[in-house]
């Protein structure tokens, strides 16, 4: 059994951690202050609170016991704030049943009272005017005490709290729009690198956020123009190469027309016609990479326009319409080398289209020969012919499976080879969708 880890019990965006990361520390934070606050200095406080009133109650209790004391009906003593005090329970006085008996801090009021009287006593809160009634023996018969509830406890010891969780709160709400603006520079950089991964371009993209994210998206369209770069002198070089092979193959192709017919002139020409249609392809390759701009198109129509480019022979199943974002030209040429590759090496095919949530595929099955799990990368590598497995007598330059890979990746996607539901080969080429 695998032990459990921390990521496994935490948010996985980058957004819910920092804020978790900045929540749980200001909760504990705050939680560890309230409860040594009201644990350490209110408790102190209400502690030295009821010292004081359980001495000025031994001494009312002692000038109840003289018996030269004659009271009114109620007795204003002035200590620290007004205490009425009377050595027997007039008639008017508050029953015990609408006294509260509990109340915050009570039971420290009591042991301080219970430590200087050394006797039962009754301890009630009044709803009325929030005062506190302490009842003792005498020996009239039963004394009781009012004070103030403030002189009794710390009442206001709420408010340090309260200014405590507003500047939490506005902590809190400082640093979660900080966190907003991190968090967006890192999700455009995000977005802007799946744009460039897929042949778009983010006109409005700039750098922006902290030091570090700025640096990061420097770096990525510093990449993009390096690949770009590079991916346009590989064009033009091979667009040039292939333009100037065309000259002398033109003459070879001239001088061979002059030539007496016969079957070594005949498997020239049809050499040099192979050599042609190679050159077409990398021309084709070339000029198909110039000004192919990624826009909004229906792949599933332009897949259709494929297959009856071919016939109209081979079955196309799935939805009419697909859309995605992407280069036409690219795609389209990509879709017509895959259906081409199962036409070429098989008798019948099968064109297959699946709009998903997130990928739109296209599956092209055949009944032909098929390719061995283990070699179906080594496929995929330029001017490979698997001679085992496709017939070494089929003309071709080896770069269809190459170019469709390539392009299927440069727009985030994929081309995956399987074994195909026919018995042949089953080509999937997967790009992403827009979203419904």
């Known amino acids: 059994m695998a032990m459990p880890r921390l990521r496994d019990f935490t948010p996985r965006g980058l957004y819910a951690r920092t804020l978790l990361l900045l929540l749980v520390p200001v909760l504990l934070i705050l939680s560890l202050m309230t409860w040594y606050y009201y644990s350490s200095q209110v408790a102190e406080v209400n502690r030295k609170l009821g010292q004081a009133i359980a001495r000025d109650a031994s001494l009312i209790r002692a000038a109840c016991q003289n018996p030269d004391y004659v009271e009114a009906d109620y007795t204003r003593i002035q200590f620290q704030i007004e205490t009425y005090f009377t050595c027997t329970l007039p008639k008017s006085a508050v029953s015990e049943s609408k006294l509260k008996h509990h109340f915050p801090y009570d039971d420290t009021l009591r042991g301080e009272l219970a430590g200087r009287l050394g006797e039962p006593l009754f301890v009630g809160l009044s709803r009325g005017d929030a005062r506190v009634h302490i009842r003792f023996p005498t020996r009239q018969g039963t004394g009781e005490i009012i004070i103030d509830r403030k002189r009794a406890f710390m009442i206001n010891s709420h408010i340090f709290i309260v200014w405590v969780i507003a500047f939490s709160l506005l902590m809190v709400l400082l640093a979660i729009g900080f966190l907003n603006q991190q968090v967006r520079s890192i999700l455009r950089l995000s977005e802007a690198a799946r744009a460039f991964g897929r042949g778009r371009d983010l006109p409005d993209f700039r750098p922006s956020g902290a030091t570090e994210v700025r640096d990061a998206a420097r770096a990525l369209i510093d990449m993009k123009q390096r690949l770009t770069a590079f991916a346009d002198q590989r064009t033009a070089m091979l667009a040039g190469v292939s333009h100037d092979l065309r000259t002398p193959l033109t003459r070879l192709k001239l001088a061979l027309a002059m030539m007496e017919e016969n079957a070594d002139i005949r498997a020239a020409k049809s050499d040099l016609d192979d050599m042609a249609m190679m050159l077409d392809e990398y021309l084709a390759f070339a000029r198909g990479e110039e000004g192919d701009e990624a826009e909004l198109f ?39 080398n895959l259906i081409s590759n199962a036409i070429k090496y098989a008798t019948s095919a099968r064109v297959t289209l699946v709009d998903g949530p997130h990928w739109a595929e296209v599956a092209v099955d055949d009944d032909g020969p098929g390719i061995p799990a283990e070699r179906r990368e080594e496929a995929f590598r330029p001017f490979s012919r698997l001679d085992d497995a496709r017939s070494q007598n089929e003309s071709g330059t080896g770069l269809g499976l190459t170019l469709a890979r390539d392009t299927a990746r440069a727009h985030g996607g994929d081309v995956r080879l399987s074994i195909s539901p026919l018995g042949g080969l089953r080509a999937v080429l997967r790009v992403p969708n827009e979203p419904r």
């Open 298 to 336: 229906d792949l599933g129509q332009m897949v259709r326009e494929v297959v009856s480019s071919f016939g109209g022979h081979i079955p196309v199943v799935g939805p009419s319409r697909i859309m995605v974002t992407g280069r036409p030209l690219a795609l389209k040429r990509a879709v017509t």
